[in-house]
């Protein structure tokens, strides 16, 4: 039974791997860039969302896709910063998004209008870490409420992703945590990862985020 086990594993993530391509050749021929946000629960990255629709919705042609386990909260909060279709998916369980959910909500958004996809993924830093939704990169978000040793306990999301969040900065004087020490440790798991400082909550580090947005989305061609 544990081989057979293996083997439909073997087979789920193989046919993920081709829909992830199927979805990465679409978004480069719209000119679409595509981040796939993770992180645990309770990190502020909705609310770091909420704040970049609220700045660059309308500017960058921002789409979301929420995944979430039962409920619908998450896209219902972020609908109320843009006019776009936000594609909410529950997956009434699963601890991860897959590529056949994000080819299914890529047909209801207009692609021709987006220049910049967010896919929140369903709070968890293990399942999401394995999965390819076809995306540009992988930024993970962790806060300070966290532990600096976050990095350490998932090191395979930190591997996987490109660029990293460090969020609720604004909570630093509460509390006992060593900010060098969690980046140290973060980059220890990947040596190349650009990291964040912000407070979706005041507002601290975004202009730096929002610039960073800017330079990764492609420029709109004029006739």
């Not at 086990?5 to 073997?10: K, M, W």
């Not at 992180?39 to 609310?47: E, F, V, Y």
């Not at 590529?99 to 021709?112: F, M, N, R, V």
Request: proline share 4%; glycine share 8%; charged share 25%.
């Amino acid at each position: 039974m544990a081989v057979r086990t293996i083997e439909i594993r073997e087979r789920l993530m193989a046919r993920n791997d081709v829909l992830a391509g199927a979805i990465r050749r679409r978004l480069a021929d719209a000119g679409v860039t595509a981040f796939n946000l993770v992180s645990s629960p309770g990190s502020g990255k909705t609310l770091l969302l909420e704040r970049t629709l609220r700045a660059l919705g309308e500017e960058l042609g921002v789409a979301v896709v929420t995944g979430d386990v039962q409920t619908v909260n998450d896209a219902e909060r972020l609908e109320r910063h843009t006019s776009r279709l936000v594609q909410a998916v529950v997956t009434g369980g699963a601890c991860h998004l897959d590529a056949s959910q994000i080819t299914e909500a890529l047909a209801a958004i207009d692609l021709g209008a987006t220049r910049l996809l967010f896919i929140e993924n369903v709070g968890n830093l293990v399942c999401p870490a394995s999965w390819d939704l076809g995306e540009t990169a992988k930024i993970v978000v962790f806060s300070v409420t966290e532990g600096e040793d976050k990095p350490l306990k998932y090191p395979k999301m930190f591997r996987e992703a490109k660029y990293a969040v460090l969020n609720k900065i604004d909570l630093l004087p509460h509390l006992d945590f060593d900010v060098e020490l969690a980046l140290a440790n973060a980059r220890a798991m990947n040596p190349g990862l650009t990291c964040f400082l912000t407070s979706a909550r005041s507002g601290a580090g975004l202009d730096l985020w929002f610039r960073f947005l800017r330079e990764q989305v492609q420029p709109v061609l004029v006739p």
